[in-house]
Each structure stands twice: as structure tokens, then as C-alpha cells.
T-cell receptor
Framework: DAGVIQSPRHEVTEMGQEVTLRCKPI?????LFWYRQTMMRGLELLIY????????DSGMPEDRFSAKMPNASFSTLKIQPSEPRDSAVYFC??????????????FGPGTRLTVL | AQSVAQPEDQVNVAEGNPLTVKCTYS??????LFWYVQYPNRGLQFLLK??????LVKGSYGFEAEFNKSQTSFHLKKPSALVSDSALYFC????????????FGKGTRLSVIA
């Protein structure tokens, strides 16, 4: 298995532009998580999905952020409009399998976002 | 509510010496506990987990962790540190009921000095 796949790996954009981050979870996993990592705030959970349904989006900073999971193999995190304070590394993770809640989460390599 | 505390932001150890990275947790019910490692410019990699059974859990790269229920701790250990172990280490917890995300600590930066 290729693991969790994220694209792009790096994104540089200007303030006000729309940014879309993409994630392909591990095949067969039924939970997907979006995290943001910064030096100041550490690792923050933004939103997570179970069976493609958003369960908790209380970590989403504001209405500029939105996430979708149209099917079991694809999710997007969109920022519109982007701001310099959104600069961070965004990670996608997935989990699932027969052990249920005992399963670990597998992380993608991350997307490093820079908003100028 | 679940929470994890990693009391040390930074741990320095000489190569060849034993290392310990501390973690304490708070959870309602029985915990599932995890350790992850993050190398520079990489995602988090799973190291090991405690689910049930033996309190001493062995994981990748020679790491192990000991679950101590009375002290609500799950410290990460390695008998002999390598320079290549230098990285950021995260402890995480989840209650054993309900399909909720892992709750991560703030991370501890381990620096192994040659």
C-alpha cells in the first residue's frame, strides 16, 4: 500500500487566493483526519470523518476553511480566501480495520502551505 | 475529556546512553496509548501502542514503552540512543470506547549528541 497520499506537497500562494489540499486515505480505512501543525500551536485537529461523514469540525479555525469527503478514497480541505496566518503544514491521516478504536492513525507526508 | 501531557519540551542525551521521553495521560475509562515520531519535513510515523495485556510494549527501531496505570504514565524508552533517533516525539491517547480521534501531546524534541 502506498500509504496516505497528499497533494500538493508544497503550495505557495498569495493572500486572498483559494487553496485546495487533497488527500487519498489508505484503502479500506473508514476514518479520515485533517490536522494543522505550526511551531506556535503544535498539532491541531481540524476535522474528522467517519465513513465519509463529517463528525466533528470544531477545530476548523473559521468559515474560510471547509472540508469534504465525497467518497471513501478522497478528501479535500479548502481555504478561501487564504491569509498569511494560514501558513502551516497540513496533515491528513486515516485509520480503520478490524481492531476498531484500537487502530493507530497513519499520517500522510503533509502539505506545506505558505501564504504570502 | 482526554488529555496528554509531555512535560519536557526538549530532551538531550548522549549517544549510547539510555533515553526516556515522558508522557502522562488523562482519560475516562481504559486508555489506548500511542507513540509517534516525526523526522524533519516528514509526517508522523507510528512507533508503538498499548491496547491491553503486557505493560511493556515493544515497537519499531528498538523503542519500548511502559504502561503504568497507577501513575497514568506511558514513558517511551530505549536502552541505547542513536544520533539518528533525534526527532520530535508525540504521545497520544484515546479512550477504549467510541471511535474518536487520538488526542496528541505537544511533542518532545529529542536530541542525541555524538
Amino acid at each position: 500500500d502506498a500509504g496516505v497520499i497528499q497533494s500538493p506537497r508544497h503550495e505557495v500562494t498569495e493572500m486572498g487566493q483559494e487553496v485546495t489540499l487533497r488527500c487519498k486515505p489508505i484503502s479500506g480505512h473508514n476514518s479520515l483526519f485533517w490536522y494543522r501543525q505550526t511551531m506556535m500551536r503544535g498539532l491541531e485537529l481540524l476535522i474528522y470523518f467517519n465513513n465519509n461523514v463529517p463528525i466533528d469540525d470544531s477545530g476548523m479555525p473559521e468559515d474560510r476553511f471547509s472540508a469534504k469527503m465525497p467518497n471513501a478514497s478522497f478528501s479535500t480541505l479548502k481555504i478561501q480566501p487564504s491569509e498569511p496566518r494560514d501558513s502551516a503544514v497540513y496533515f491528513c491521516a486515516s485509520s480503520g480495520g478490524v481492531r476498531g478504536v484500537a487502530n493507530e492513525q497513519f499520517f500522510g507526508p503533509g502539505t506545506r502551505l505558505t501564504v504570502l | 475529556a482526554q488529555s496528554v501531557a509531555q512535560p519536557e519540551d526538549q530532551v538531550n542525551v548522549a549517544e549510547g546512553n539510555p533515553l526516556t521521553v515522558k508522557c502522562t495521560y488523562s482519560v475516562s475509562g481504559n486508555p489506548y496509548l500511542f507513540w509517534y515520531v516525526q523526522y524533519p519535513n516528514r509526517g508522523l510515523q507510528f512507533l508503538l501502542k498499548y491496547i491491553t495485556g503486557d505493560n511493556l510494549v515493544k515497537g519499531s527501531y528498538g523503542f519500548e514503552a511502559e504502561f503504568n496505570k497507577s501513575q497514568t504514565s506511558f514513558h517511551l524508552k530505549k536502552p541505547s540512543a542513536l544520533v539518528s533517533d533525534s526527532a520530535l516525539y508525540f504521545c497520544a491517547v484515546r479512550a477504549n470506547s467510541g471511535n474518536t480521534p487520538l488526542v496528541f501531546g505537544k511533542g518532545t524534541r529529542l536530541s542525541v549528541i555524538a
